[in-house]
């Protein structure tokens, strides 16, 4: 396991009355692309701005690469940040703005120019460095922005909605090259975002927030498949809830009687989440629900349903059924497959479903 570079423990913040951070405890290791999800106003930035150094905290210990931060300005800081607007100097060129943190640097003339090239060259901009910053185009800009912060060497990149102001096919490009990036430099990046695709896509580990506080924190697969609220399940993708009763539980296996679907037995591993005596509630994924045509048998389990809703997106269609025996309909989706017809509204349908897929939530 690489060691902790951002230790954080019990953080708090408050601006005047209102309380931003609500005891954040996390460890974010040497390497790691680690990313804070959540909704506009959960407290993303501030967080992100209390490691920089820009916002001191309330109380708790924030420490990087094992040394206590308190009383650290934002330039004694092994970090350094990238903000969601372009932060550079339109009126430089692309080598000034990416030699700007250099100008008190020792080191000589050429030195620091083979530096802004190698920065350049690493996000992609070889041979721009001559140009107009202010001629760049959005995606452009945001890589001098990145060249600029790399070329300090930190030990931790931050990351502030970086990509959110670029168009959907930039973003996608940049974000597979920030992934690359990342593994090429090897430092820790933490980035900030309200996108759980782009969370998903890029990071190790997410951190996912509510109301200034982390919800769960765990790998991309984890927070898809084992939401440890109806919440965090929400916030990521798309979830079917269904209610549940539960009709037994020992330490190995949880008995439940699910609306539509009937009565299963699940593992607890299945039911992550804390206990909270609300009512009990399956979800499960759209893609775990398969449409079972003529002549074909489920896996595992099967029930029926009716065809309210098609969407159809070309690689896939989302059906939404409703399931016989509930009156909200859940979403599914599925591959298309040359040959095989996308099913009208109202046809009758058989539905595969797995136990496995499920998750409890109580
Ligand atoms: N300087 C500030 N003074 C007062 N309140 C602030 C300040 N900065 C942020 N807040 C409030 O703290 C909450 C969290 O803000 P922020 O960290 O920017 O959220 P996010 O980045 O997740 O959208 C918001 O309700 C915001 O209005
Ligand atoms: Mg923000």
């Known amino acids: 396991m690489k060691k902790p570079i951002i230790e954080l423990d019990a953080i708090q913040k408050y601006y005047g009355d209102y309380h931003a951070l609500r005891g954040i405890t996390a460890t974010i290791r040497e390497g790691e692309f680690f990313s804070l999800l959540g909704p506009s106003g959960c407290g993303k930035t501030t967080l992100l701005r209390t490691i920089a150094g820009f916002e001191g905290l309330s109380s708790g210990v924030l420490k990087?690469?094992?040394?206590?931060?308190?009383?650290?300005p934002a330039n004694k800081r092994p970090t350094n940040m990238v903000f969601q607007s372009y932060a550079i100097f339109p009126h430089l060129t692309v080598e000034q703005n990416v030699g700007f943190g250099l100008r008190r640097d020792p080191r000589s003339r050429d030195d620091k120019a083979r530096a802004v090239a190698e920065a350049l060259a690493m996000v992609g901009l070889?041979?721009?460095?001559r140009r107009a910053a202010h001629a760049l185009s959005g995606?452009?800009?945001?890589?001098?922005?990145?060249?600029?912060?790399?070329?300090?060497?930190?030990?931790?990149l931050l990351l502030d909605e970086p990509l959110s102001a670029l168009d959907k096919k930039m973003r996608e490009q940049?974000?597979?090259?920030?992934i690359k990036l990342q593994r090429q430099?090897?430092?820790?990046?933490?980035l900030v975002t309200h996108d759980q695709e782009e969370a998903l896509v890029m990071s190790d580990r997410i951190a996912v927030m509510f109301e200034g506080q982390i919800a769960q924190?765990?790998?991309?697969?984890t927070l898809y498949r084992r939401p440890n609220s109806r919440q965090v399940a929400d916030f990521i993708g798309t979830m079917n809830f269904l209610p549940a009763t539960i009709l037994s539980e020992t330490p190995d296996r949880i008995e439940v009687e699910v609306a539509g679907l009937g009565r299963c037995a699940i593992d607890p591993a299945q039911a992550p989440?804390?206990?909270?005596?609300?009512?009990?509630?399956?979800?499960?994924?759209?893609e775990t629900l398969t449409i079972l045509y003529e002549g074909q048998v489920a896996n595992d389990r099967e029930t029926g349903g009716t065809v309210e809703e098609v969407v159809y997106f070309g690689d896939?269609?989302?059906?939404?059924v409703k399931l016989d025996g509930v009156d909200q309909p859940v979403r599914l989706s599925m591959r298309n497959v040359f040959g095989r017809p996308v099913l009208d509204i109202r046809t009758r349908t058989r539905v595969a479903w797995s136990p496995g897929a499920l998750v409890l939530f109580r």
Do not use: C, H, N, W
């Open 64 to 72: 990087i690469d094992g040394r206590d931060m308190a009383g650290v």
């Open 126 to 129: 070889a041979g721009y460095g």
């Open 139 to 156: 995606g452009q800009r945001q890589r001098v922005a990145l060249a600029r912060a790399l070329i300090l060497k930190p030990k931790v």
């Open 174 to 178: 940049m974000q597979v090259e920030l």
């Open 185 to 190: 430099v090897g430092i820790t990046f933490i």
């Open 217 to 221: 924190l765990a790998d991309p697969e």
């Open 273 to 286: 989440g804390a206990v909270t005596g609300g009512p009990a509630s399956v979800g499960f994924r759209p």
């Open 316 to 320: 896939m269609t989302y059906y939404d």
